[in-house]
């Protein structure tokens, strides 16, 4: 075989997230989505609920906040350069990796066609002593990793989305926010700016100062194991 023979593939050129909450993918992985939009990548936010029950305000009702956290979401996808924020909606706080969701999912990988796709684990984590996670976190990472194998690659299940024009589509990694067993650290320094101020454009989830200190705790603390002032770190999935 020659050289002319052997075909190389393609960049990655799209990314996806993945998580249950607006808010949830600029708290963990803003940096690394950052730096992909300034590389010229296509990125797509998918938000599985409403975000409807983050806030302790008595005068705030559901509806209501399901609005501003979206508007926020948007604002801070400019900030980014993110292609597209898509919102399913599902109920806050009431999140299960049920088919129907799946099928979601699903339906975006298919159109978006994402080469690198990150998620949350769907496994709950001991290690920090001041946070149990949330459930709704877990149930958007099983629908997640069940959706990118084998339903977004499979024909035959959900033939609806077929008929909607949506062909199989192969996702060939998968990153998974993941940081007791993570193998792949994404050097971030340049874009924690960009990062921090897409944060803090979740003004009903967050204050400036609260952003801008823990975004730069975590991601240095990250960095320091591999070298690099901030980094994002996750464990990498290699599907072919």
């Not at 399901?66 to 109920?91: M, S």
């Not at 629908?143 to 008929?163: I, M």
């Not at 589509?169 to 990062?195: G, L, P, S």
């Not at 009903?204 to 994002?232: H, I, L």
Request: glycine share 6%.
């Amino acid at each position: 075989m020659s050289p002319e023979d052997v075909k190389e593939d393609p960049p990655y050129c799209r990314g996806m997230v993945v998580m249950a909450h607006p808010d949830d993918a600029d708290w963990v992985c803003s940096g690394t989505v950052a730096k992909w939009c300034a590389q010229g990548w296509e990125v797509v936010y998918v938000l599985c609920t409403d975000g409807s029950k983050g806030s302790d305000d008595p005068e705030m009702t559901g509806p209501r906040l399901t609005e501003i956290r979206h508007q926020e979401q948007l604002n801070a996808g400019k900030l980014l350069g993110l292609r597209h924020v898509v919102f399913l909606d599902y109920p806050d706080a009431a999140l299960q990796p049920t088919l129907e969701l799946r099928r979601d999912i699903t339906r975006e990988i298919r159109r978006h066609r994402p080469d690198v796709l990150i998620c949350s684990s769907p496994v709950r984590s001991f290690t920090s002593s001041s946070y149990l996670g949330h459930p709704d976190h877990f149930a958007a990472g099983e629908a997640t990793l069940s959706a990118v194998y084998p339903t977004a690659r499979d024909r035959l299940t959900f033939p609806e989305l077929l008929e909607e024009g949506l062909q199989p589509h192969k996702v060939r990694e998968v990153w998974i926010m993941d940081r007791d067993n993570a193998d792949q650290y994404v050097d971030v320094t340049d874009y924690m700016d960009t990062a921090i101020a897409a944060l803090k454009a979740h003004q009903s989830q967050v204050t400036e100062e609260e952003a801008d200190t823990y975004m730069r705790r975590w991601r240095s603390e990250a960095g320091a194991k591999v070298g690099f002032k901030y980094a994002e770190a996750f464990k990498r999935v290699r599907l072919g």
